[in-house]
Structure formats: structure tokens, C-alpha cells
């Protein structure tokens, strides 16, 4: 199949752009300027050149794929906006031709808030404890034929949310938890992640969501624990208080962060046959670290 991938560059935009790659698709990525096209070309996937504030300039790839894969996000003021002009242009594209193509779209599990149980996706109609905005686009794509994908907190490849872990245990000597660390994240893995996605695309469902968590349920102070070992920190924790951390990373990321989270992907394991490979932030958090020491240039 071609595939086209918004935000090709980006963290989880590469993996997923990868996966559909190693699976024996055609891929063109989204890329904003040269250098991150070139780093697209290293990995056998067509850079296309432009900029999701003007959709015309990526128009023709995305009018002749097969999938079109929205992983793109502008963390800035325009955030909603651009999301909204992407979900629709990729809708209406897809809408057009003899064959309907189909749009996957990336959300998130922060959507279903704070929870003491475990859920799953029969909760996502009723959930948006976050960005609430972004629910409304995943009903237009669901509406629509398309699918959505909700990535618990992705980790893996020198990124994700544990390089606040890292970060902050070489910065503080110690890694800075939200709150007291009782809580849980859900998780996963990028090639995890971009595996479901590229599942997804293949399987010829439409209209389904999926979340994409792995099945551990470390809590956030024995994750971030492993990460202060592996910085040579010996395990030393923060607990910040919720204005300190609004202070540093901005009130809707650290409400985010003091989630409590259990999410379940048997839905994703019993429609599309997907089975996470990797064992959790906790089961190899060195290997984690040195690769996000090595994208930092130490």
C-alpha cells in the first residue's frame, strides 16, 4: 500500500513511519525543510516537503495513498486549530475517487482521565478528561470510516516521557515525579506502537478504535526509580508539588502527568493479532537511558 504520514519526523510519527517501512509498504512522510527530509530518505521513506498549515503543499501525495496517517502535533497556540484544518482535509481527501482510502488518526489515552480501574475502549465515548477537543476528531474520523489510535505514554528510541526521568535526575540528582509516584502510566514501547498502527491499517476494519498500551502496571515512582539507577543516581526520587510542576512544564502536561492510569489493549490483540514485544519501561531502563544519552550527544 502508499502510505502517507503526517508528522514523519516526529517521535512517534518515525516509528510509525518505520513500521509500515518494514512491513514492505510504500511510505512518504510530511517533513518540514531538507534536513528532515534527508533523515527520512536514510530510512527508505519519500520525504514530502511542506507544512500542515497549508495542506495543498502535501495534496498530492495524500490524493494518491492508500492510508493517510495523522500523527502530526503542533504543541503551540494553534494546536487545535491545525489539528482540525489536518483531520478535515485528510477526511475530504480520503472521501474522494473511486476507492475510499482511509484515515487513521493519532489521540491518546490522557483522554480518559484519572481511573481506578482498569479501562478499555468501551470508555471512550463518554472520556476527554484532556484536550477534550481532541475527542471531537476522533468522532468525525470514526464518523467518517476511518480509525483512531490511542498510544498510552510512548518511551523507547532516546525520547518520550521518561527523558523528564533522565533529565531531571542528571539536572536535580534526583528524577522529578508529579505528585508522590502512586499513580500509574500506561505505556508502550514505540515500535510497539507503530506496529499497531501499520496492523490497523491492514486489517480492512473501519470505524474502530484502538488503544496501544503494553500490560505492565509499574507505578510512576518505580519507573522513575529505575530511571535515577540508570543515571547513576541511586534510585533518588522528587515528589513536586502541583504548582512547581505546572511551573515547569505547564499546567494541561503536568495534570497530565499526575494521571493514574490502567489501560487495556485486548481489543488490539484480539482483532488485529497485535502482541507488544517489549516488557516495559522497568525491564531494560539502562539500554533506554544510554540511547537517550547518545541522541544528546554524552
Not at 518494514?22 to 531538507?34: D, I, N, T, Y
Not at 478528561?129 to 476528531?137: F, K
Not at 494541561?252 to 519501561?281: E, H, N, T
Request: charge should be neutral; include cysteine.
Amino acid at each position: 500500500m502508499k502510505i502517507l504520514v503526517t508528522g514523519a519526523t516526529g517521535y512517534v510519527g518515525l516509528a510509525v513511519a518505520e513500521a509500515f517501512r518494514r512491513r514492505g509498504h510504500k511510505v512518504a512522510g510530511l517533513a518540514r525543510g531538507e534536513a528532515k527530509a534527508r533523515a527520512l530518505h536514510l530510512r527508505e521513506i519519500k520525504s514530502v516537503v511542506g507544512d500542515m498549515k497549508d495542506p495543498q503543499s502535501y495534496a498530492r501525495f495524500a490524493k494518491t495513498a492508500d492510508v493517510l496517517v495523522h500523527c502530526a502535533a503542533e504543541h503551540s497556540a494553534e494546536y487545535e486549530a491545525l489539528d482540525r484544518l489536518t483531520v478535515d482535509f485528510l477526511l475530504k481527501t480520503a472521501a474522494e475517487g473511486p476507492q475510499r482510502r482511509v484515515v487513521i488518526y493519532t489521540s491518546g489515552v490522557w483522554l480518559y482521565g484519572s481511573d481506578a480501574r482498569v479501562v478499555d475502549e468501551t470508555a471512550a465515548a463518554s472520556r476527554a478528561e484532556l484536550v477534550p477537543w481532541r475527542a471531537e476528531h476522533e468522532k468525525k474520523v470514526l464518523a467518517a470510516g476511518g480509525l483512531v489510535i490511542r498510544p498510552g505514554c510512548v518511551y523507547g528510541r532516546a525520547g518520550g516521557l521518561p527523558a523528564f526521568w533522565f533529565s531531571g535526575a542528571l539536572e536535580r540528582g534526583a528524577a522529578p515525579m508529579v505528585g508522590d509516584g502512586a499513580n500509574h502510566w500506561a505505556t508502550v514501547h514505540a515500535d510497539d506502537c507503530g506496529e499497531l498502527y501499520a496492523l490497523a491499517a491492514e486489517s480492512g476494519l473501519r470505524g474502530e478504535l484502538f488503544n496501544a498500551t503494553d500490560p505492565t502496571r509499574f507505578t510512576v515512582r518505580e519507573m522513575a526509580e529505575q530511571a535515577s539507577l540508570a543515571a547513576g543516581k541511586k534510585g533518588a526520587v522528587v515528589a513536586l508539588p502541583p504548582a512547581e510542576a505546572e511551573t515547569l512544564y505547564g499546567a494541561a502536561l503536568a495534570r497530565g502527568l499526575s494521571l493514574d492510569q490502567q489501560v487495556d489493549s485486548a481489543k488490539a490483540a484480539r482483532l488485529l493479532g497485535w502482541k507488544p514485544r517489549f516488557l516495559g519501561f522497568c525491564d531494560d531502563t539502562p539500554r533506554y537511558y544510554d540511547a537517550w544519552m547518545a541522541a544528546r550527544g554524552a
